[in-house]
């Protein structure tokens, strides 16, 4: 028989913080104290030495008990199977659809949207979403970099929102703001 008072964990959680600020770490520990065997989605596209660099040290950190699925454009299509699984990151997401649709916001806003839904309607047990604050230092001064913090402010609002806890990370320390 089941005791009434255990709640089930939460079904979304969102770690956000600015870059380097330990949220990748804190996101993989929760995931993995929930599932031995969970499915890591990225959605980093390696265009450089720099970001295979980063990418390298995330794969070497995760290690084996990891599955892994590349989905720069449609994490949606993740093979979830009833598994806790760690979206990693919805900024890269983001960035991905906002350049590929020239930059349209609407568009790219929609298509994020659109995949975060449909992951949230998966199997999954769990589903963990890192993403980045971007907007806390000020007004951009320019067009481009303006644009694309309007749309991750727009994509972070609404999976706040969403998400059943938020969490965010400073300086590496994980601070609840949703439970």
Not at 74 to 89: E, F, H, K, Q, W
Request: aromatic fraction near 6%; include cysteine; glycine fraction near 6%.
């Amino acid at each position: 028989m089941s005791d009434p008072k255990v709640t089930p964990p939460p079904r979304l959680i969102m770690v956000t913080g600015g870059q380097r600020s330990g949220k990748s770490l804190n996101a993989e520990k929760i995931v993995l104290s929930l599932s031995d065997k969970p499915l890591y989605i990225a959605t980093a596209m390696v265009l450089d030495d720099e970001m295979a660099s980063r990418v390298e040290k995330h794969r070497s950190r995760r290690g084996e008990n990891w599955e892994t699925f590349e989905a720069p454009f449609n994490p949606s299509l993740a093979p979830v199977g009833g598994r806790t699984v760690l979206l990693d990151c919805l900024t890269m997401l983001a960035t991905n659809w906002f350049f590929k649709l020239d930059e349209d916001i609407e568009a790219a806003y929609n298509a994020v949207a659109g995949e975060i839904d449909h992951l949230c309607q998966s199997d999954a047990t769990t589903i963990v979403i890192v993403t980045n604050e971007i907007g806390l230092g000020g007004v951009s001064g320019d067009r481009l970099t303006r644009r694309f913090t309007d749309l991750q402010g727009r994509l972070n609002s609404m999976l706040a929102q969403k998400s059943d806890e938020v969490i965010m990370c400073v300086s590496s320390i994980p601070v609840t703001i949703k439970k």
